[in-house]
C-alpha cells in the first residue's frame, strides 16, 4: 500500500537556522505530492504543490522543495526560519483518486 | 471569499449512535474530500465525491458513508460509533481539474468525541 514517511517528528531550531524536513513515499507511480501547514489554533494551508515539471518548486513565505524521484522523496526547505515558522508540516501524496498523508513534523522555532 | 466551511465544530456522542457532519466547499469547487484526523497523526483518507458521485474511497468500514448534493454541500455519516472514532474530521474542497492535477483546500474541521 501506498504511503508517506515523515522521518523527523519533532524538530526545534533557532531563529535563522536553515530548514530541511525530509518526506518519503513508497508509490512507483505518478504521484501529485503536496506540502500542508498547520499554525498553532489554524487549519491546514497549503505550503507548496508539484505537479509536474521543474522539480523545484516554490511556495509561500520562502518555502521550497525538491522533488526527487530516484529517491521517492519531496523534501521541504527554508534558509532561514522565523519564529512565526513554529507549526506542523505535513507531506501529502495524491496517487489517483487517493490521498496520503504523513504523520507530521512538528517544528519549533526559538526566537 | 469564504473559505470551506463545517459544521458542527465539535461533537459529543455516546457510543452506538450516529453522526451527520456537513460540509460546504469554496464556491466553484466541485469536489470534496473527507479525512479523518487522530490526535498525533496525520489526516486519513476517507471519500471524495465530485459532482455528487463517489471518486475515491479510503480503507475504512462501512459504518462510514457520505453523499454529495447539487449545490455540492457535502455530508459525513458515521453509524455504530466507537471510542476509536473519536478524532478531528476535515473536510477539503477541489476544483478538480481532468488528469487530477487538483489542490485541496481545507476547513477547520469537526471535533468528535465518543464517549
Known amino acids: 500500500a501506498q504511503s508517506v514517511s515523515q522521518h523527523n517528528h519533532h524538530v526545534i531550531l533557532s531563529e535563522a537556522a536553515s530548514l530541511e524536513l525530509g518526506c518519503n513515499y513508497s508509490?512507483?507511480?505518478?504521484?501529485?505530492l503536496f506540502w500542508y501547514v498547520q499554525y498553532p489554533g489554524q487549519h491546514l494551508q497549503l505550503l507548496l504543490k508539484?505537479?509536474?515539471?521543474?522539480?523545484l518548486v516554490k511556495g509561500i513565505k520562502g518555502f521550497e522543495a525538491e522533488f526527487i524521484k530516484s529517491k521517492f522523496s519531496f523534501n521541504l526547505r527554508k534558509p532561514s526560519v522565523q519564529w512565526s515558522d513554529t507549526a506542523e508540516y505535513f507531506c501529502?501524496?495524491?496517487?489517483?483518486?487517493?490521498?496520503?498523508f504523513g504523520t507530521g513534523t512538528s517544528l519549533t522555532v526559538i526566537p | 471569499d469564504a473559505g470551506v466551511t463545517q459544521s458542527p465544530t465539535h461533537l459529543i456522542k455516546t457510543r452506538g449512535q450516529q453522526v451527520t457532519l456537513r460540509c460546504s466547499p469554496i464556491?466553484?469547487?466541485?469536489?470534496v474530500s473527507w479525512y479523518q484526523q487522530v490526535l498525533g497523526q496525520g489526516p486519513q483518507f476517507i471519500f471524495q465525491?465530485?459532482?455528487?458521485?463517489?471518486?475515491g474511497r479510503g480503507n475504512f468500514p462501512d459504518r462510514f458513508s457520505a453523499r454529495q448534493f447539487p449545490n455540492y454541500s457535502s455530508e459525513l455519516n458515521v453509524n455504530a460509533l466507537l471510542l476509536g472514532d473519536s478524532a478531528l474530521y476535515l473536510c477539503?474542497?477541489?476544483?478538480?481539474?481532468?488528469?487530477?492535477?487538483?489542490?485541496?483546500?481545507f476547513g477547520p474541521g469537526t471535533r468528535l468525541l465518543v464517549l
Open positions: 477539503a474542497s477541489s476544483f478538480y481539474l481532468s488528469g487530477g492535477t487538483e489542490t485541496q483546500y
Open positions: 464556491s466553484g469547487h466541485k469536489s
Open positions: 465525491y465530485y459532482e455528487k458521485e463517489e471518486r
Open positions: 501529502a501524496i495524491q496517487t489517483g483518486n487517493q490521498f496520503y
Open positions: 508539484y505537479f509536474s515539471g521543474d522539480p
Open positions: 508509490y512507483g507511480g505518478t504521484v501529485n
